[in-house]
């Protein structure tokens, strides 16, 4: 009887001695810390739009007010020079690059300055230009596009005329979203040649 008492004291003893001294496994927080990232990433996901787009529109944003506060559309304006010159090629702007910036560029420019100034300060942080320009003899140079709207506001083309017993000019000229792009506006006109000019981006 003595022999079964002194058992159970010896283990109500042993539990008492050991109680608090088990220590569970402890792993890395960063596990806790990536599934509760994942939690909180597909709450977010549920609640606002996909990170990609917010990102594109952010950085829009930076770069266009960048633009209207600081160098008054100059960014612009030098973008659709580049683009110019992209579109002629090094054979057509060896030949016309002169009266190219002395006669073309100034109107081209002042017709952007009007464009952009049209429209408003709350479409302002959204305009850019597209860069898809044709190849071949295709006439597109660029397209002043509104980035939250989704639409064109203006598009600048280059167009070859042949002329009889005079030769080739090149007509730059742009469209304008308000008469949904039907109306010439001119820009101006280079002489080319009495030959054929090359292709569009020739080199």
Sequence with gaps: MMRRWFRKIAAIFLVIMTFG?????????????????????KSAF???????????VDDFNIESRHIVEENDHDVITNK??????TKLGPKIAQQVEDEFLTTILPTM?????????????EDA????????LSTGYGEKIFHVFNYRTKNDIARFHVRRDNRPLEGYWFNFHYHLYDDNFEKHYEIGEIYWDKNIPPKWMSS
Excluded at 47 to 56: D, G, L, R, T, Y
Excluded at 113 to 119: A, F, K, N, P
Excluded at 125 to 132: D, F, L, M, N, V
């Design 21 to 41: 001294m088990y220590v569970p496994p402890v792993y890395p927080t960063t596990h806790a810390e990536e599934n509760k990232e994942s939690i909180n990433s």
């Design 80 to 85: 659709a020079k580049e683009q110019v010159f």
């Design 109 to 121: 420019e002042e017709a952007l300055q009007h464009i952009l100034t049209d429209v408003g300060e």
């Design 46 to 56: 549920n609640e606002a739009e996909p990170p990609s787009i917010v990102k594109v």
């Design 125 to 132: 942080t959204y305009i850019g230009i597209t860069e898809q």
